[in-house]
């Protein structure tokens, strides 16, 4: 009986102990972290830099339409690397998105070189960080995607269907804060304001289509942290 006894402990205390192991390992395990950083581009369909008289009217008469561009440097979402990729978002109002947010609707473009995890893991950043500003997300669809820059110069594409080229001011001091109308759609870090010489959408997702090549003051150029 004392045999059977001492058995009978060696086997609880045996279960005990990887019982508490499996919680102390548990305990150990934090909660994956979430932090990216890259840069971001916008450019609106109305001057962002302008004098008074042209920005009031614009308010009321353009800005339903943006082009929203990420990319990602480094940094990892949902425990998935994100470095290398791109996304873009493009928006449409039935007013100037500066001020109209209920009839907000936008598609967003993800880079078509991610993976599955990838894909989940943009997917996941884009509805938790940004659901408010693109509003009702009309479609996801994949797309060769660029966000790049020489210089002073940027470039983002979508595939065919988004076409926004901008040219940045040479410095953050170069416009006056008196006739800075807007602030970026996103929280934007070393923002400066870029003068686009083309936009242009060919997607019917959003019931709008455009090809602009008239220079505007229009665009922002930053980082983004998350």
């Known amino acids: 009986m004392k045999l059977f006894r001492a058995k009978r402990m060696t086997v609880l205390g045996s279960a005990l102990m990887v019982t508490l192991a499996a919680a102390t390992a548990r305990a150990d395990v934090q909660p994956t972290k979430n932090a990216v950083q890259g840069d971001y581009i916008e450019a609106r369909s109305a001057s962002v830099y302008a004098g008074p008289c042209h920005y009031s009217d614009e308010a009321v008469t353009a800005g339903d339409t943006a082009i929203l561009a990420w990319r990602f440097k480094s940094g990892a979402w949902d425990g998935v690397s994100l470095d290398g990729l791109s996304a873009v978002a493009v928006l449409k109002a039935d007013k100037n998105l500066g001020g109209d947010t209920q009839s907000r609707r936008a598609v967003l473009y993800l880079d078509n070189r991610a993976t599955a995890p990838q894909t989940a893991a943009l997917r996941s950043l884009f ?35 988004v076409h926004l080229d901008v040219n940045r001011y040479p410095c953050k001091h170069c416009t006056q804060d008196a006739q800075l109308w807007y602030q970026p759609f996103v929280e ?12 242009a959408y060919r997607d019917g997702a959003l019931g709008a289509t455009w090809d602009n090549r008239q220079e505007a003051n229009s665009a922002f150029v930053g980082s983004f942290t998350l």
Not at 140 to 159: F, H, P, Q
Not at 188 to 199: D, E, F, L, S
């Open 127 to 161: 509805a938790q960080k940004y659901g408010a500003t693109l509003g009702r997300i009309v479609a996801v669809k994949a797309a060769a995607t660029e966000v790049s820059n020489n210089g002073l110069d940027y470039r983002v594409r979508a595939g065919e269907t």
């Open 188 to 199: 934007a870090g070393n923002v400066i304001v870029g003068k686009t010489t083309r936009t």
